[in-house]
């Protein structure tokens, strides 16, 4: 059998990472997701163990201790971490992994394997960041000002990464990344 792929993808808060994630995940049978740990709460309708890992930072900071996790950075204020021993069982099990992380995360995993496809999702503009991050209703102001500042930095690195996808028309963007993880799992060159 052959060992899967170590997917990332990265980009922009309210770039549509998920809902592109979800639509991957649901037409190609050979991708597996990494469930990622977080101090944040969670967001009304997330599921701990679905969503994300949501331990408190006393907990998170105990992982990073014991070396639980292939990766991990602080976003927002927030910690967030991939626990390697799942993407482990996925990848041994033939599965194509991906990784739904920030930027600090995605240059760590690079760093610890260059083998990894990187995939970077943003959104047409700043400005269309902004109207998806107040339309999610979430977060306070700061918080939204935090994470487009934050976004400026991301876009910024783009470059460094193997395939982009711009989130500016749902349907394009969906079929563009189901053909990218489709490649990816054939075990093709994926941009």
Request: charged share 35%; glycine share 8%; proline share 4%.
């Amino acid at each position: 059998m052959r060992r899967g792929r170590l997917i990332v993808v990265s980009g922009p808060s309210g770039a549509g990472k998920s809902t592109l994630i979800r639509a991957a995940l649901d037409a190609v049978p050979q991708l597996a997701y990494s469930v990622s740990a977080t101090t944040r709460a969670p967001r009304p309708g997330e599921v701990n163990g679905r969503d994300y890992i949501f331990l408190s930072r006393e907990e998170f900071e105990r992982w990073i201790r014991e070396g639980r996790f292939l990766e991990w950075a602080e976003y927002s204020g927030n910690l967030y971490g991939t626990p390697a021993h799942r993407v482990e069982e996925y990848l041994e099990s033939g599965l194509s992994v991906i990784l739904e992380i920030e930027l600090q995360g995605a240059r760590k995993v690079r760093r610890k394997r260059p083998d990894a496809v990187m995939i970077f999702v943003r959104a047409p503009s700043l400005e269309e960041t902004r109207r998806r991050l107040e339309g999610r209703a979430t977060e306070s102001e700061d918080a939204v000002q935090r994470r487009l500042a934050t976004a400026v930095e991301e876009v910024a690195a783009r470059d460094e990464f193997d395939c982009e996808v711009v989130n500016d028309d749902y349907e394009r963007a969906r079929e563009e990344m189901i053909e990218i993880m489709r490649r990816i799992v054939a075990g093709g060159d994926p941009c």
